[in-house]
């Protein structure tokens, strides 16, 4: 079993900072991208930022400048800064990770549990 279990959400006024954290644990053999997803109260889920195991990035628009992914890969850690937080910044956020367990002959994704963020005065 692989499992994603992410921390650091919570209530912030706009203007703040959070550090999301999402470590993955289990019987993995290689984690290959990772990334943070969002999603708000009515929309769908979309896209915050991805990495490569080798540390390539990849930000939505909306973030960028703001938001800063890193990866630790001998923790099979990811992390999300967010500084200079926007009410739109609203949602509950979800790390995925693209994993090889050892049983498996390819990666699949999987999916953390979420954490909420609310940016709000």
């Known amino acids: 079993q692989v499992q994603l279990v992410e921390s650091g959400g919570g209530l912030v006024q706009p203007g703040g900072s959070l550090r999301l954290s999402c470590a993955a644990s289990?019987?993995?053999?290689?984690?290959?991208?990772m990334g943070w997803y969002r999603q708000a109260p009515g929309k769908q889920r979309e896209l915050v930022a991805t990495?490569?195991?080798?540390?390539?990035?990849n930000y939505a628009d909306s973030v960028k400048g703001r938001f800063t992914i890193s990866r630790d890969n001998a923790k099979n850690t990811v992390y999300l800064q967010m500084n200079s937080l926007k009410p739109e910044d609203t949602a509950v956020y979800y790390c995925?990770?693209?994993?090889?367990?050892?049983?498996?002959?390819?990666?699949?994704?999987?999916w953390g549990q979420g954490t909420q963020v609310t940016v709000s005065s």
């Open positions: 990495i490569s195991r080798t540390g390539s990035t």
């Open positions: 995925k990770a693209d994993i090889l367990r050892y049983s498996d002959y390819g990666p699949r994704d999987y």
């Open positions: 289990g019987s993995i053999f290689s984690i290959y991208a």
